[in-house]
């Protein structure tokens, strides 16, 4: 073996070993592993939605060790009910999350924007899931917002048709969107009863 193929298979072998080093297991879902490297970059995720504000650090491993988890458990779900989301909606999606921020998205490691479309996909298929074995269930009480539109019609002092029908369903939307939040809690916790969750630390 020459001299620079020895030197070459030194550097391989020592960098790759202590790369392997670096590595550290940090939560399994049945034989799926989460290491240090994936918490890593869901801290930075979470440090780029928050826009870098000062998170205190042990609330950011903990906010990400369970976003991982969730995310591994919806994942192998929207898997079990093989849902697919077309790129050009999921693209759209990145889109408004990025303008909802007011994040230029150019300005964001490219790793880190596969990372937070990836996620998306995931909640977009979760979201399908909730949307089927809930959405059915979920009643609005429309004397209660007809009640608070009247409420909130006297301090606007407006007989406007349309802008009372906008707030209506501005009203009907987040109260859909509140209950079926429960409904994905409920339903997430469900689901982690069946998978084997393992944390190292």
């Known amino acids: 073996m020459s001299f620079k193929k020895k030197i070459f298979f030194l550097f391989f072998f020592f960098s790759t070993n202590i790369f ?24 930075e995720i979470i440090k780029i939605i928050n826009k ?8 950011l491993n903990k906010l990400a060790i369970s976003n991982l988890v ?82 909130q019609n006297k301090g606007m002092n407006s007989t406007n048709t349309e802008t009372i029908k906008i707030l209506k369903e501005n009203m009907i939307r987040n109260e859909k969107e509140k209950k079926l939040l429960v409904y994905e809690n409920f339903h997430l916790n469900k689901k982690k009863k069946i998978y084997l969750i393992k944390y190292y630390k």
Not at 23 to 37: A, C, D, H
Not at 123 to 134: A, P, V
Not at 135 to 150: A, F, R, S
Request: hydrophobic share 35%; net charge positive.
């Open 52 to 59: 870098n504000k000062n998170l205190e650090e042990n609330y």
């Open 70 to 151: 969730n995310d591994e458990i919806k994942l192998l779900e929207v898997k079990k009910e093989k849902i697919t989301i077309e790129e050009k909606n999921l693209n759209n999606y990145l889109n408004v999350f990025f303008k909802n921020l007011e994040i230029n998205e150019k300005q964001i490691k490219k790793k880190y924007v596969n990372l937070i479309k990836k996620k998306i996909k995931i909640d977009l298929g979760w979201k399908q899931i909730i949307d089927k074995e809930y959405k059915w269930k979920i009643n609005i009480n429309m004397m209660e917002i007809n009640k608070k539109i009247y409420e």
């Open 20 to 43: 392997a080093l670096e590595v550290e297991n940090i939560v399994s879902i049945n034989n799926k592993i989460i290491t240090n490297i994936d918490l890593d970059n869901e801290i």
